[in-house]
Structures are given as C-alpha cells and as structure tokens.
C-alpha cells in the first residue's frame, strides 16, 4: 500500500516576538498561509520495522537528521505493531528559506502514517508529538491561513486570503532559524506588533488592510546579517507589490499583487536580481489531502 502526501510551503503574514521564555524558545505570534509551493510525499509499506528516507536533492539528509524520519520514529512509537516505512520526498521547497519546508514534509509524514499505519490518532494527540520535532510542524498539519501563538503549538485557523498572488524571492542564501534567534535581543526590538491587524483585516476580508498590516519583527535581525535583503525588498515594492515582508527567519522575501499579469512582470524584473523567484497562489486547507495508490 502507499499513501501519497501534498506538502506545501508557507508564507508568515505577519511575526511578533513576545518575550524569550525560560526553556530558551521565544513566545510568538504569527499569521501563517500555505502556498502553492510544495512537496510530494510518497510513503510504501515495508516488510520490516526499518524507516527509510529517499529525496530528490542529494545534499538533504537521509537518516535521522531529516525532519521526515523523525516524524515516523514518533509515530512508530504510537503503533503496536511497530511497521516500516518507505519514504520518498520528491523537495520542490527552497531548504533553509523561511518557508516551512522540513516542517510540512514531517506533517505530511504524520498525516499520511496516521492513514497508512490505520492509527486514527486525534489532533490533540499528534499536536505533542509534532511540537517536539520543530515549532513550525504542528501549523503544518493543517495548514491553510492561520494565527499561531505559544512557541508554535497553539493553532486558530483563519478566514483565507483574499484573491491575490503571492510573489516569493529567495537569494543564494541559506539562514539558520536557530542563529536568527541567538542574535535577536527582543528589548532591542522596535518593530510594531503586525500580527492582531493581520487577524482583523482576514476576519473583515479586506485586502487593502492587510497589504498595510504585514510584517516580520525578525527583519531587522536577518537584515543586519544579510543588508542586501534590505535592496531585494526595496526593489519588490519598487516593481509594485504589496504587503512585502520578510518570511520567517528569512531569506525569502515575499510580495502580494491582484492581479496575475502584474505579478508576471514583477517576476520577471526580479528574475535578474535574485537566484529563485516563484510567483503562486496561497492554499487553502482542503487542498492538503492525502491519496490512497
Ligand atoms: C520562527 C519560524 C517561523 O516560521 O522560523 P522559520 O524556520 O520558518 O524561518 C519557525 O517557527 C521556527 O520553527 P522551526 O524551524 O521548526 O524551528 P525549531 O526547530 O523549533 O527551533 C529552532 C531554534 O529557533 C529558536 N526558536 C524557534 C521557535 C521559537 N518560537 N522560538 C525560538 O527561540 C530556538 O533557539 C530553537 O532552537
Ligand atoms: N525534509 C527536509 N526538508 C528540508 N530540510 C530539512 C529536512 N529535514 C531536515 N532538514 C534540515 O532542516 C534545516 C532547515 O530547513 P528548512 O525546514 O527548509 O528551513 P526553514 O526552517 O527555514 O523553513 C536544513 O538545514 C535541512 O538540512
């Protein structure tokens, strides 16, 4: 039997830091979105009790260090007949981006193994599970627009976002969360808090709003490491999108248009300057389903 998982990427909306919490994690607040970027997962029975993890990309790991196999170690633990497991990534996701996609990939590995493995486990129970492998994975297991509060864990799903395109830049750079948030001094903070605004413009369906309420605390911070992020986003909202932030820990910069010839153009104009750029939709939840083969 093989099951087969759609995991795609996501986009922060918005991204306040709270305060540093005494486990060494960062209280936050973010507005998330799933983008029509993803991975395909593909997980086939095994004769043995062995996990397996094949990608497409030779320089992801492929033992216990990819975000995937540890997914299925956690769940393995739940079942009773401790089974086995193929998986195959087929990664489409920019690695180290700020696009979420080790996180959605071990989601996808839990959905697909809840089926697979006929465990029925509940949300409440897979929410645990998946806050020890990474803060982003427990948003991924349904992922669409959503608030995300606590370290990652708490989830309120959110009206979608209006009608628009979504234009993603991601340089030559890789940017690791962990140092991001080592050199973050949050009282030297200055940025506003986006993420209350984010919530009322989608709860109002006003797109006009929401352009003018994105944001990302951690800018400034990836910003400082990296100053030419700073001309890529300057350039996205000189070329005519809006709402252009940050996506989470950075490099990605992202932009919004209404309209798909306008974001044609801007893609291109900003083919030249930065080494991967997408132009997609934003995804809304139902559009993360799972196939039996
Ligand atoms: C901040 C976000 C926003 O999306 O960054 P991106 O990874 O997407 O860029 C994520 O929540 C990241 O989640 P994830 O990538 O799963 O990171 P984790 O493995 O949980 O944490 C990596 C490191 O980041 C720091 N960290 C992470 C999340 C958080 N709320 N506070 C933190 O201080 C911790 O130092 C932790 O050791
Ligand atoms: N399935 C996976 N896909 C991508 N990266 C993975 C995966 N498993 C482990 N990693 C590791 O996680 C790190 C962060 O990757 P990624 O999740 O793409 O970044 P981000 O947190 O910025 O979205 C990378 O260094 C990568 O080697």
């Known amino acids: 039997m093989e099951i087969q998982e759609i995991a795609p990427a996501k986009i922060n909306l918005a991204q306040d830091i709270l305060f540093k919490r005494d486990d060494a994690y960062h209280e936050v607040q973010m507005v998330m979105a799933s983008v029509d970027l993803s991975d395909y997962i593909s997980l086939v029975e095994r004769g043995d009790d062995e996990i397996r993890v094949e990608t497409s990309q030779a320089f992801l790991p492929d033992d216990k260090r990819n975000h995937a196999y540890q997914a299925a170690k956690l769940m393995q633990a739940q079942s009773k007949h401790k089974a086995g497991v193929n998986i195959y990534i087929e990664k489409n996701i920019p690695v180290a981006a700020g696009l979420g996609g080790g996180s959605t990939d071990a989601a996808a590995v839990m959905r697909g193994l809840n089926k697979l493995w006929n465990l029925n486990l509940s949300q409440d129970t897979l929410v645990p599970l998946a806050n020890q492998i990474g803060s982003d994975v427990p948003y991924s297991l349904n992922g669409g627009t959503a608030l995300v509060e606590g370290r990652g864990e708490i989830i309120s799903q959110l009206p979608a976002i209006p009608y628009c395109w979504v234009i993603l830049a991601k340089p030559a750079i890789s940017v690791s969360t962990r140092k991001i ?113």
């Open 181 to 293: 948030f080592q050199r973050l001094r949050v009282e030297e903070l200055d940025a506003p808090f986006n993420a209350s605004n984010v919530v009322e413009a989608l709860k109002k369906g006003d797109y006009s709003a929401l352009m003018v309420a994105t944001g990302n605390a951690l800018e400034s911070v990836t910003f400082s490491v990296h100053p030419e992020l700073a001309s890529l986003k300057a350039k996205m909202q000189k070329f005519g999108a809006q709402g252009v932030t940050m996506s989470g820990t950075g490099p990605t910069i992202i932009g919004f248009v209404k309209n798909q010839k306008k974001g044609k153009r801007i893609y291109n104009a900003l083919k030249g300057f930065c080494d991967e750029v997408y132009l997609v939709r934003t995804q809304s939840q139902q559009f993360i389903r799972s196939t039996r083969v």
